[in-house]
């Protein structure tokens, strides 16, 4: 097709009669036909026009508000707009829920990257070792994925529940005169409230298995003669992996990485399920709900606090591409 | 849950859609062309600058709604957005309509919302596409919204109507504008209730002061029983404790000033109350926090809880069984010494129906939701809602009370007995500010460390309140 269009563009350059002896008009030279170029712009328009439509727009509409205090029910006037008061507010404490989430999402964050991703990686390093029984282990450690967010907030009631939950009738089976009140205590445990490190051991639950998944499929397209190879150097099974397997599974890790800062940074449904996300399970994502869109209606300040955790997203999802684009221009 | 139903609300709430969408078609198409097919499908006279104003008006007696069945003697239709969404309420509701289709042959439409969506989408609701009549709150939460021009005022309902309800209702029902917006429905009262057969068993008395009261918990406590339930999960609950103590040792008024911001927090009376409250809190339940309210009141049906402050056992107890139900009784919250006793007053949120402002389909069906809001306002109506739902009473002053059960009349009692009557924190203090992040969180965080500085926690939550601005 290309090349017909090379010949009828040096015909027309020409100004040659064509084979049915017609002079045609002065044409440009295109490397696309206009049929391509049509298909084309259709490809990358559409995309980009819902892109901007159904993106960018409302993160500009939302930064805009955050220097509001707008309602979300009367018009926007010029009284609306005060300026930095929303960030004021966040940051200096005066909205005293705001630090506690912030430093929740950071722990929610640690504790999925260190202990939830990991253990999805051994899950999966372990089931592709063709054991018996795997497609059974990886169904059941998998189903938490496509579990319903009612379904999973049913499960945790029945676990976590301190007058009839499972594991409070254990310990009080067990001779635990005052078992923890998992869904309500806010207490601190080290770095966090006790009732977040049960709604991230519920999270984990969850994310242990879609990683597992995600490094199944990283372990498969490993090139086997790298083990054998490994294995003729004398390698150990622990060696194989850390030396050779592990760096070969470098594109995963990226995914991996990125998918773990994303689901700790929009975590919500869990939290929300429990309490609406409040008394120690405060995270920046049920705080622009629980402003925003629920009854109370603080558009603007909610939007604020948007623009903070979009600005926090920002960071690994440019660090991201940056890695990604380097990789293609090498 | 929510997305689901945030959906379904998004589309039951706008029965319009597909009569939209019709115009739609109608304007691409040529309007001219299918007047027949607007006027049938179309609410003349609501479509503000499309193509079907020029339907023949004046014909509304078109069927809005085709999915109705065949109208007999239908003269006229109605669409009621309803939050009666759990299923012993929605049942109640539906008998309502069907009285009311039957007694006037209006048709209506009714489009029930989970009511926790329906609450928090509300204001969104309001400005689109609502229903043309709508169950939602007095107090605070009406004034809101009516405030903002989303609802209608209905004096002229009220001059038929208004001497079936007494004077508390009426200030319930009126906004700071002096029109009347709702035509109360039901209300319960917040009490402390308990077994009448634990109670006999263990030869306990009612307390009538705080310090009998106090007493009597720590007898309870003794007799290895919970004094006093308590399910805060929801983060409501706690809230109709700190109101019926505010209540006692500040009088209605200062507690409606609080509410309104007014008072302030940091003031010494309401220091004094979160202190009366802490010397109640060894006889409270431990874990509130994380426990729902059924649960607590599962404790109280089991007969390992005393009593509880919370009128929505009602539904617990007739859930297991009419036995059970009948050994379930209350007393209201006890004196506490001060010259507001006499007051008598309490919480008792009052439910009822309102019009909206923005409805499509209003002008149209005015007639037949001012005769909705004059059936809603008689005794006959309240009694077939109320008649299955154990925690609810009547609004009007004609309805027959021998046919409530004994707990429902006790309420009457309690209620005509009060002075005044709040309508429940939530509802009588901004949403913004009694919400998870706000009362809700701040008195769970006082219920877990009572023992914290006091003047400090108050300073938060008034420092709170004062960041919040204008509530438009």
């Known amino acids: ?330 | 849950m929510s997305d689901q139903d945030v959906d379904r609300a998004a589309w039951q709430g706008r029965p319009v859609g597909r009569r939209t969408f019709l115009r739609g078609v109608a304007g691409v198409v040529g309007v001219a062309s299918v007047p027949g097919l607007l006027a049938a499908c179309s609410p003349a006279g609501t479509a503000s600058g499309a193509p079907a104003s020029s339907a023949p008006a004046g014909s509304s007696a078109a069927p809005a709604s085709s999915s109705a069945s065949p109208s007999g003697s239908a003269t006229g239709t109605l669409n009621i957005g309803s939050n009666n969404s759990d299923p012993t309420p929605k049942k109640a509701m539906q008998a309502v309509v069907d009285a009311f289709t039957q007694e006037t042959g209006i048709q209506v439409k009714l489009n029930t919302v989970d009511h926790g969506s329906f609450q928090d989408n509300l204001s969104q609701y309001l400005q689109g596409t609502p229903d043309d009549v709508i169950t939602w709150f007095s107090g605070h939460r009406m004034r809101f919204f009516a405030n903002q021009g989303l609802f209608t005022p209905i004096d002229d309902v009220w001059s038929t109507v208004g001497s079936n309800f007494g004077d508390a209702m009426k200030t319930a029902a009126t906004n700071d504008d002096g029109k009347v917006y709702l035509i109360p429905f039901d209300t319960y009262a917040w009490t402390v209730y308990y077994r009448k057969s634990v109670w006999d068993a263990k030869g306990y008395t009612i307390p009538t002061t705080l310090d009998a009261f106090k007493q009597l918990a720590q007898k309870m406590k003794d007799d290895g029983l919970v004094p006093i339930g308590l399910g805060d999960k929801d983060g409501w609950p706690a809230q109709g404790h700190f109101d019926v103590i505010d209540l006692r040792e500040n009088g209605y008024q200062y507690h409606i000033d609080l509410m309104n911001g007014k008072a302030k927090w940091t003031d010494p009376q309401v220091k004094q109350t979160f202190t009366v409250w802490k010397s109640l809190l060894p006889f409270y339940q431990e874990g509130a926090a994380g426990r729902k309210w059924q649960d607590a009141a599962a404790g109280l049906v089991q007969k390992t809880t005393g009593m509880m402050l919370q009128p929505q056992v009602g539904e617990t107890f007739a859930a297991a069984g009419p036995d059970e139900f009948k050994d379930l009784t209350f007393f209201p919250w006890p004196n506490h010494g001060t010259k507001w006793d006499d007051e008598k007053s309490l919480d008792a949120p009052i439910d009822g129906f309102m019009l909206t402002a923005k409805s499509p389909t209003l002008s149209q069906n005015m007639d037949a939701a001012k005769a909705f809001l004059e059936f809603a306002a008689t005794g006959k109506a309240q009694q077939i809602f109320v008649k299955e739902q154990a925690a609810f009473i009547g609004a009007a002053k004609d309805v027959d009370a021998t046919q409530y059960t004994p707990l429902q009349q006790e309420q009457v009692k309690v209620l005509s007995d009060a002075k005044s009557v709040a309508q429940f924190l939530d509802r009588d203090t901004r949403s913004d500010f009694a919400g998870p992040q706000g009362m809700q969180a701040f008195l769970i965080d006082f219920l877990q460390k009572p023992d914290q500085d006091l003047d400090a926690y108050l300073k938060k939550i008034q420092d709170y309140y004062d960041s919040l601005g204008p509530e438009a």
């Open chain 1, 1 to 330: 097709m290309v090349e017909d269009a090379d010949a009828a563009g040096d015909a027309a350059r020409l100004g040659a009669p064509g084979a049915d002896g017609v002079v045609r008009p002065r044409r440009r030279y295109h490397l696309l036909s206009r049929r391509d170029r049509v298909v084309l712009s259709l490809m990358v328009g559409i995309p980009l026009i819902l892109d901007l439509a159904l993106i960018w727009a409302p993160a500009a509409a939302s930064f805009a508000l955050s220097f509001t205090n707008w309602r979300g029910v009367e018009p926007i006037t010029a009284k609306s707009v005060v300026g930095l008061q929303n960030y004021e507010q966040l940051f200096t404490g005066t909205y005293p829920f705001f630090w506690p989430a912030v430093s929740h999402n950071v722990v929610w964050l640690a504790f999925l990257m260190f202990v939830a991703t990991p253990l999805g990686m051994l899950l999966a390093v372990l089931l592709d070792r063709e054991i018996r029984g795997s497609r059974i282990y990886q169904t059941a450690f998998y189903l938490p994925v496509v579990l319903s967010l009612a379904v999973i907030g049913i499960i945790w009631q029945l676990q976590y529940s301190a007058d009839n939950g499972f594991i409070d009738v254990a310990l009080r089976a067990l001779g635990v005169t005052n078992p923890p009140d998992w869904f309500g205590d806010q207490t601190t445990v080290l770095v966090a409230p006790l009732n977040l490190w049960a709604a991230m051991i519920a999270a984990s639950w969850r994310h242990v298995g879609y990683v597992m998944i995600l490094y199944l499929a990283g372990l498969k397209s490993v090139d086997p003669a790298l083990r054998d190879a490994a294995k003729v150097d004398g390698a150990s099974e622990r060696q194989t992996f850390t030396a050779v397997v592990f760096p070969a599974m470098a594109p995963i890790n990226v995914v991996v990485v990125v998918i773990t800062t994303i689901e700790a940074l929009r975590a919500f449904d869990i939290v929300y399920i429990i309490n609406r996300g409040r008394n120690g399970l405060e995270l920046l994502s049920t705080l622009i709900y629980n402003n925003s869109i629920s009854e109370s209606s603080r558009v603007g300040f909610g939007s604020a606090i948007a623009v903070v955790l979009l600005v926090v997203s920002l960071g690994p999802i440019i660090a991201f591409l940056v890695r990604i684009m380097r990789r293609d221009a090498s």
